[in-house]
């Protein structure tokens, strides 16, 4: 009797284990080497318009999130950096694409994309098409974009307005044209067992997005408490590496219409971490 062809599944999203909250006696090289490399982090520009971005000659990693879910706090914690990102009293402030360079002045390798905030409702509708259009045309046509950084509040979870964005960057995800890694800020307002949960729950949610080729984890992460920093490190700087240097990267015609992501239907609840976030 012959044995049965056995299917194999794609594993499900890497996660790290729920951290207690000490610092951590062994770091790994990798990781050492990341957190240098994140430090030589430098404002570049800011735009409003792709077109205004440099040419896709160097790998990009993109830094996406709702309004009030730490996404700059946690930039200056990768960048061991206190104000290389602008952190705003007032969720919604960021309007631009900001750029960074990561890597020797002379030399830079690679870039860190600082995306405007979405879903906060004190913002006008107005600016928030304007911003949902920005975001839409990065997301959808940048192509030297690599990796993309979502900032997910580990005490919400995901919300309707980031789905709507996962959905947005499905396919490229899927066929691993772009890596995912997800935060999950603000952790150190949870007990160990409700980090494993909001783990689990993110794991749940991103299974409909791995494949074989896909590469996508999850990390616990707080800026205040500095937990998770290493892990992410140590996987920017994988990304990195897996990217030649200076390699052109072909720059689409840009899309028309008023199409691109939606991302204002629902609302934030402020909360004390506005003001530190």
Same mark, same amino acid.
């Given at each position: 009797?012959?044995?049965?062809? #056995?299917?194999?599944?794609?594993?499900?999203?890497?996660?790290?284990?729920?951290?207690?909250?000490?610092?951590?006696?062994?770091?790994?090289?990798?990781?050492? *080497?990341?957190?240098?490399?994140?430090?030589?982090?430098?404002?570049?520009?800011?735009?409003?318009?792709?077109? !205004?971005?440099?040419?896709?000659? /160097?790998?990009?990693?993109?830094?996406?999130? #709702?309004?009030?879910?730490?996404?700059?706090?946690?930039?200056?914690?990768?960048? !061991?950096? #206190?104000?290389?990102?602008?952190?705003?009293?007032?969720?919604?402030?960021?309007?631009?694409?900001?750029?960074?360079?990561?890597?020797?002045?002379?030399?830079?390798?690679?870039?860190?994309?600082?995306?405007?905030?979405?879903?906060?409702?004190?913002?006008?509708?107005?600016?928030? +098409?304007?911003? $949902?259009?920005? /975001?839409?045309?990065?997301?959808?046509?940048?192509?030297?974009?690599?990796?993309?950084?979502?900032?997910?509040?580990?005490?919400?979870?995901?919300?309707?307005?980031?789905?709507?964005?996962?959905?947005?960057?499905?396919?490229?995800?899927?066929?691993?044209?772009?890596?995912?890694?997800?935060? +999950?800020?603000?952790?150190?307002?949870?007990?160990?067992?409700? $980090?494993?949960?909001?783990?689990?729950?993110?794991?749940?949610?991103?299974?409909?997005?791995?494949? *074989?080729?896909?590469?996508?984890?999850?990390?616990?992460?707080?800026?205040?408490?500095?937990?998770?920093?290493?892990?992410?490190?140590?996987?920017?700087?994988?990304?990195?590496?897996?990217?030649? *240097?200076?390699?052109?990267?072909?720059?689409?015609?840009?899309?028309?219409?008023?199409?691109?992501?939606?991302?204002?239907?629902?609302?934030?609840?402020?909360?004390?971490?506005?003001?530190?976030?």
């Amino acid at each position: 009797m012959t044995e049965a062809k #056995r299917t194999r599944k794609p594993s499900p999203p890497r996660a790290v284990p729920a951290p207690v909250y000490k610092k951590a006696v062994v770091v790994s090289d990798d990781a050492k *080497e990341g957190l240098g490399w994140l430090h030589t982090a430098k404002f570049l520009t800011s735009s409003s318009k792709i077109s !205004q971005l440099p040419a896709g000659d /160097m790998p990009e990693i993109a830094f996406v999130g #709702r309004s009030n879910a730490g996404k700059s706090s946690a930039i200056n914690t990768l960048a !061991q950096q #206190r104000q290389l990102a602008f952190a705003s009293k007032t969720p919604g402030r960021t309007q631009l694409i900001n750029l960074f360079t990561l890597g020797p002045r002379e030399a830079p390798d690679a870039y860190f994309a600082d995306l405007p905030g979405y879903g906060y409702a004190a913002v006008a509708r107005g600016k928030k +098409l304007v911003w $949902q259009r920005v /975001m839409a045309d990065y997301l959808e046509v940048r192509r030297a974009l690599s990796g993309v950084v979502v900032m997910i509040d580990s005490r919400h979870g995901f919300m309707p307005l980031d789905l709507k964005l996962m959905e947005f960057i499905a396919q490229r995800v899927k066929t691993s044209e772009i890596k995912l890694l997800v935060l +999950l800020t603000k952790c150190d307002k949870l007990g160990q067992r409700d $980090q494993g949960l909001a783990v689990a729950a993110a794991q749940e949610v991103l299974a409909a997005y791995v494949t *074989e080729a896909s590469d996508i984890g999850v990390v616990l992460f707080s800026s205040l408490r500095r937990v998770g920093i290493e892990d992410v490190a140590e996987q920017l700087l994988a990304w990195k590496r897996a990217v030649p *240097e200076r390699v052109h990267f072909d720059v689409p015609p840009m899309p028309e219409g008023e199409g691109g992501l939606a991302l204002d239907d629902d609302v934030v609840e402020e909360d004390d971490d506005i003001k530190r976030d």
